[in-house]
């Protein structure tokens, strides 16, 4: 009953409707996705520049440890200090940030592509009513975020307590290492052990990719009638569109029956077909049809010929192959160019014997030459 109605959300989104959502914020987004990009590159960037700031961190407290007289009772000395900071810790930071924040750009547009929105960015009073909060916190989508949660502690918690268990003696053999040695293996420990934790939420992100990239293509499915109201609004109303076409098709033959008194010979089938010819060298090098029509409107092409002394010559498998070949306004096919010179010489020389300027011409040939490919 609901499909009957068109109220469920059965079709396909359109194009338009695509553009729409994205230019809405509405695109398909990984959470999961992102965090897992920028905290397995925070863990490859720790250990890749860990141990260059690890040794700038030693040096710089080693410094800090060691002024003398001097150097405590003269501000400007802070200066160098600063100076020492800048040379251990600059490049490595700048690297290390730099990886994580292309990482947390590719990991939040992997999915959906790189979108921006003004609509999405703009204060929404709906965010801020704590009815639709708390409708939200206890809505399936807050169901499907406390399932994810569960499993990212299990999962993350359970390899945990695996990493310990690998790293158990290394971390405990660190309280025997000299400085700044064990400094740089803590990092380094860590940084694996990191690297481990967030490798697990691949897990997390392999399920809930798919699972968002499904759900909002599900949202923007459209009913029945939403398509219908969008090729309306898109494409005009239907009804509309015919009366117009109909009303194109009205003008286009009143512009070609005006022509028809101009033609200099009209080919028929001559009951169905009809075709109006003019042959004027200053406009075209070969005759161009004026006008053509079948049935009702041949009749009345022939009719207008013949009230405006037009030659009409039958000439049923010629006028077949010009309608089918030709439009109003085009030169005729060059293949079929033969056959309508000898119509259109016989016209001539009809016209002349007429006026007493010539003899009479002999009739007609009935095989005209025309081609095989153009015989309908």
């Not at 310990?164 to 405990?172: H, Q, S």
């Not at 009143?254 to 200099?264: E, F, I, K, L, Y």
């Amino acid at each position: 009953m609901a499909e009957d109605s068109g109220q469920e959300k059965t079709e396909e989104p359109t194009g338009k409707k695509i553009e729409e959502s994205k230019k809405k914020g509405q695109i398909a987004r990984s959470k999961e996705l992102g965090t897992m990009f920028v905290l397995i590159f925070s863990a490859i960037s720790l250990l890749m520049y860990g141990p260059e700031i690890g040794k700038g961190l030693y040096n710089i407290m080693g410094r800090m440890l060691s002024l003398n007289r001097n150097e405590t009772y003269d501000t400007t000395k802070m200066f160098s200090v600063w100076g020492t900071v800048a040379d251990a810790l600059l490049f490595p930071m700048a690297m290390f940030v730099f990886i994580i924040v292309l990482a947390a750009f590719i990991g939040n547009t992997l999915l959906g592509g790189f979108n921006f929105s003004w609509q999405a960015a703009a204060p929404k009073a709906s965010k801020m009513s704590p009815a639709k909060g708390i409708k939200r916190m206890l809505g399936p989508q807050a169901g499907v975020e406390l399932v994810k949660s569960i499993l990212k502690f299990v999962v993350v918690a359970g390899f945990a307590i695996f990493l310990i268990n690998t790293f158990f003696d290394e971390i405990l053999h660190l309280s025997v290492e000299s400085a700044p040695g064990n400094i740089i293996h803590a990092l380094e420990i860590l940084a694996w052990m990191f690297l481990g934790l967030t490798c697990t939420l691949t897990i997390i992100a392999a399920i809930d990719a798919p699972y968002q990239s499904h759900k909002h293509h599900k949202e923007l499915k459209m009913t029945l009638q939403e398509v219908k109201d969008e090729y309306k609004n898109s494409e005009g109303d239907p009804q509309i569109k015919a009366r117009i076409r109909q009303t194109q098709r009205q003008m286009s033959q009143r512009r070609m029956m005006q022509d028809v008194p101009d033609a200099d010979v009209v080919v028929t089938n001559p009951t169905h077909y009809s075709v109006a010819l003019k042959y004027d060298t200053e406009r075209a090098g070969a005759p161009i049809v004026v006008a053509k029509g079948v049935d009702e409107m041949a009749m009345q092409i022939r009719k207008i010929a013949i009230g405006n002394e037009v030659a009409i010559v039958e000439s049923p498998m010629l006028t077949r192959a010009l309608y089918h070949t030709a439009e109003v306004g085009e030169q005729i096919p060059d293949q079929l160019f033969t056959a309508v010179a000898q119509v259109l010489a016989y016209v001539f020389q009809l016209k002349r014997f007429q006026k007493g300027r010539g003899k009479r011409p002999t009739k007609l040939n009935k095989t005209l030459p025309i081609p095989d490919a153009y015989k309908y």
